[in-house]
């Protein structure tokens, strides 16, 4: 099916970065980002737990901020970064991943790669001084304490059970 | 990439990284994405589905439904795990029979996932609807459950408990009600299909390769070798990912079409689709003397089923084993619905039984005037009580005194403004099963070892824990050992279910390291054969009795301890702190044993707070079906819980002397903290969850 000018009107042409790489693609609009790094792209790091934006396996940073890559439609990430846990890279997130291998933040490791890109992006909201709704002063830069870090990490949820070592973790990634 | 480091868990690297692959991360090229349709009503038939509108749709393949679907042999299986196939689950597409909401009616099959579940939403199902009965109530109809392997016998008397209740100087009798609850591990169950060569590779969401091949085998009648199932790493299963209808659905369209099929259960399918914990009626009535010394136990059980598969949640049976009552009456009842299928949950029967018997053994303490912990230790039994057996060893009273010491116990209760403070304990326990295995070991010239047998990753360590258990049994260091599993063309495997599963693939290396050890004694001085050398070991589990051919009753016990604050305004419980002391004989792999109990344990907190499955009987399915409306634990319900064990030998329980663990933890987790509930503001909740509105209703 084409228009008068030769294009399909059921797809959208769209630039995505994805972990530094660019990609020029042709896609069906109603294609969710997440659908499109697992299906289209092939980076099955981020995960569908519930493709409705419950259980934020799918987390993945967003020009550096964590988003909901199952609530986000392709179309709508032209030309931003996308980073998956594939491509978390620096610092930080290698202490995050030695510290939740060392703390055992996970067991089947399903909901992991959520975890990881989330904490990275809590990590960068504390270093921009943004408040959570446990935060008390929202004048002072927050104080990344227990309470913090469960606050900021009830958006993705483990099975399992290891919250008590993804908090030990990202405390102990902190320093 | 950055380079592997070491780490406790030996597959953490790749979880950490995302390289761990799980079911729906493989492809085949060119794959048909299936989109599942579920019936929307509960009782009933399909007529007609009116397919134009779906396959009119641009990269529409195919619909399938019960009048094209091509029939299926019924499924078999073996003794032990004929209790995981549900025949009638399996049976996908093959009749116009509707027996709950959300059963499977049909599948579109379509060349993009955008496309088939657009084109699901145009078929029209026809349905010839019968009126259906989805609620249990009170008066419902009962019959007494039929005896299966985790429930032999159903109903069981000992003594003569009615003359021991009324005579008995203290009495308890009470209701306690455990809602239905839902497994929902975060991966969603998943297969990735292809038809090749006469038979089919499966990459499949699943407790067990080998099951799940045994099924597929005989629903297509193929032979074994014809059918490769791939589970390398699976997201959480809890006794919800045994063989599935999406597996056989899988197959079925890929043997159709000639290409690889892919699909995906929806989060919201789940909840009808892969079972759940059937809500329970307990009545749980308890005769002592004044100081606490039991003379009856009668522990009644009603759960529902659904009306194409028979599971009864054994919720009574562990109180067969706990306490030293002379007289005891345990029953199971059982309700036909037209509703989903129950089936096993993280402690089949255990868990909701437990919250009941823990909390009336609590209430008794309260009416003597003891103190919980000591209630308990004076009605430890000398051997088990349900068969007379010695214990291969048990140690409650000391996980006990243990727990008390690390605890802190008893601080009174509190009142810290409008929060009111108290501390509650319960006992823990599990069988302890060892189930028929294989493993094979390879040593190789260059001094390292292979391990390889189908066992299965779930999170439960298994690599890890397969990797100490072989480096011990071969006397090699860790770093030398390589574990090949998830894959049913390895030797053939227990599942990871009923906590048997390192128990039973150890025993089977434990075998195998010693036939190699006798070869390499053989082989002396010379050097290893270019090819290494290989030795397979089995074990027969249970089935062979104990290594030292005394009969015993083997389980593992706990003791766990929670603190609770409790808004006496908005009702509000929340947990301060959480501790369990467990006895699960050798711990063979300290730190992810300990990361399974303290997920077991977190389990139990999110079920006593948090999980309900709220079914709505007009339309018999389940209204808050999806991870917004069904609430388990987040990062901000769960303190820093403390996890710990004692020292146990046992040569009894198996060729490892270790327990299972994968579900203690969650054992007695309810009721320490409905204990503590009550302990804090003097309002005991017998119906879980414990949400604000049960402490508002229980307020003077």
Partial sequence: MEDAEGRDPSRVDVVVRVNGDEHALSVDPRTTLLDLLREKLAVTGPKKGCDHGQCGACTVLLDGRRVLSCLALTVAVQDRAVVTVEGLGGDVAERLRREFVRHDGFQCGFCTPGQLCSAVGLLDEIERGVPSARTENLEAVPVLDGGEIRERMSGNLCRCGAYANIVRAIAAARG | MTPRVAGPRVDGWDKVTGAARYAADHSFDGPVHCWPVSSTIAKGRVVSIDTSAALAVPGVVAVLWHANAPRLHTPTADPMSAVLVKPAELAVLQSDGVAYHGQLVAAVLADSLEAARHAAGLLVVEYEQLPHDAELRPGARLRVAPPSPGLDPPEQTIGNPAAALAGAEVTIDARYTTPAEHHNPIEPHATVAAWQDGGVVLYDANQGAHLIQGVIAGMFDLPRDRVRVVSAHVGGGFGAKGPQAVAVLAVMATRMLGRPVK???????????????????????????????????????VAQTSAI????????????????APHRHTTHRLARLDVPTPFMLRAPGAAPGMFALESAVDELAVVCGLDPVELRIRNEPAADPDTGLPYSSRNLVRCLREGARAFGWRPPPRRDGHRLVGSGVAASAHPSHTFPSTAQLRLHPDGRCTVALGATDIGNGARTVLTAITAEAMA????RIDVLIGDSSLPLAAPAGASAGTASWGSAIVDAARRLRAQLTELGDRPLPPDGLTALGQTLGDLAGTPTGAQTAKYAFGAQFAEVCVDIDSGEVRVTRLLGVFAAGKILSPHTARSQLLGGMTMGLSMALHEESVLDSRFGDFVNGDLAGYHIATCADVPDIEVGWIDETDDQVNALGAKGIGELGIVGTAAAIANAVHHATGIRVRDLPIHPHRILEGRP
């Fill in chain 2, 309 to 324: 598969h028979d599971f009864c949640e054994p919720a009574a049976v562990l109180t067969r084993t706990m306490y030293a």
């Fill in chain 2, 476 to 479: 090699m260091p860790p770093e």
């Fill in chain 2, 263 to 301: 699909v995906t259960l929806s989060r919201q399918q789940m909840f009808a689709l892969v079972g759940y914990r059937s809500p329970t009626v307990q009545r749980v009535r308890l005769g002592a003397d004044r100081a606490g010394r039991l003379a009856a136990v009668i522990h009644e059980v």
